[in-house]
């Protein structure tokens, strides 16, 4: 960024969103030998790796207990049905999120009742939790727990989530599918709300080379109940079902995967924050709003997430950006409660218009720990061109 010649030259090769190939190219030689030692091993459903990675991961997060399952949409839907939610139960889930947080409220017919996020942080507004409470029961349902989204990779603000939690008797879920690795207020992702559900899906800071998720508590009858769950409702014998549940469980070739991605994971982070810090040094005061991380706290970014002036037009922005060879992806382009299937839900009766105004304003850029220096500076002199251009 320091010689904006060079940062003209378009680089020699495609600019990917994310990266994956880099990251590849860093551990081959121990991947193939995981990988391997899986094919020899035969195992390939709960086997050793499986128990090794839940060890790892809990103790990566702080937490007692990690049980891993077949994707992140999975895992939110074994602690509802570990919580025994369903039909006349409410969830307050924010509308600005990846779908699959309202989709398994819906999966266990229970009604997500969709909050406004803060502009700041993406995340869930709690003055918004506590009116959409409010606003399920006016509408005769039983208001039993809320899911906050740790979107773009930055952990929600649990410490007043858990105590409005606590006055309504909600559950606490943390939606942590893109923040795992993440921290606020001295707890990490996976330690500061009862349950912490994540996935492995293969762009989000820590994926293996599938489908996988994960869920953290320290509760040992939730750990009991959803290793039950995510096995058909086994009891003490695989072949003795006690309860309804899923066939939900990680793949051990999934879980050799990400035994080797997690031993390069806090370097990963260390690279993502540094990246991230050369975007806001570089793009603040030009007329966007660049991401904010409060106080105390240490994203993974899984997205880099600008606020565009309002009444831009995005998507010639974007074809602008396209030509120069600058991918963008706008997460997320529709909030939840305008979508067909989940027009009907309870929305918070003060409306939720930060979501609405993120939706149309929102773009992410590319962002993978493996982004050059020229690569990025090549990025942001686009960026900075197209806007000076559009405002
Ligand atoms: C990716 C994602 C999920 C779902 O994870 P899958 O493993 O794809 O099922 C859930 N919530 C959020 C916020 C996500 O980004």
Not at 299 to 310: G, K, R
Not at 362 to 389: C, F, N, W
Request: charged fraction near 25%.
């Amino acid at each position: 960024m320091a010689d904006s010649r060079l940062s003209e030259r378009k680089p020699s090769a495609k600019i990917p969103f994310i990266d994956l190939a880099a990251q590849q190219r860093r551990f081959k030689p121990e991947l193939d030998r995981a990988i391997a030692r899986v094919l020899e091993g035969g195992n390939y459903i709960m086997g050793r790796e499986v128990a090794e990675l839940e060890g790892q991961l809990a103790a990566f997060a702080g937490a007692r207990h990690c049980i891993s399952c077949a994707n992140g949409t999975d895992a939110l839907q074994l602690v509802l049905m570990a919580e025994d939610i369903g039909p006349g139960d409410a969830v307050i889930v924010p509308t600005f999120t990846f779908v699959a947080t309202a989709e398994a409220v819906m999966e266990r017919r229970a009604t997500p009742v969709f909050a406004d996020v803060d502009a700041s942080t993406f995340n869930l507004c709690v003055d918004s939790l506590k009116r959409c409470v409010a606003q399920a029961r006016a509408a005769g349902l039983r208001p039993r727990a809320v899911i906050a989204v740790d979107l773009f990779g930055l952990p929600a603000d649990y410490r007043a989530i858990n105590e409005i939690a606590s006055t309504e008797g909600l559950t606490v879920i943390a939606d942590a599918a893109q923040a795992f690795g993440a921290a606020r207020n001295g707890a990490k992702v996976g330690g500061m709300a009862k349950y912490t559900t994540t996935s492995f899906f293969p762009a989000k800071p820590l994926g293996c080379y599938g489908d996988g998720g994960a869920i953290f508590t320290d509760d040992d009858d939730a750990r009991a109940l959803l290793d039950s769950l995510r096995f058909h409702g086994k009891g003490t014998h695989k072949y003795e079902n006690i309860r309804i549940g899923l066939s939900s469980r990680l793949d051990t070739l999934q879980a050799a995967i990400l035994i080797e991605k997690l031993k390069i994971f806090p370097e990963e982070i260390e690279s993502r924050n540094r990246i991230a810090d050369r975007y806001t040094a570089a793009l603040a005061n030009n007329a966007v709003a660049v991401p904010r991380v409060p106080d105390g706290a240490l994203s993974v970014w899984a997205q880099y997430t600008l606020i565009l002036p309002e009444g831009i037009d995005r998507e010639s922005l974007q074809r602008s950006l396209q030509e120069s060879g600058v991918p963008t992806v706008v997460y997320y382009p529709n909030p939840l409660h305008l979508m067909g299937v989940y027009a009907s839900n309870p929305v918070d009766p003060d409306g939720v218009p930060v979501s609405e105004m993120l939706a149309k304003r929102v773009l992410s850029l590319p962002m993978h720990a493996y982004l050059t220096t020229d690569t990025q500076g090549y990025i942001v002199d686009r960026v900075r061109e197209v806007l000076g251009r559009s405002s």
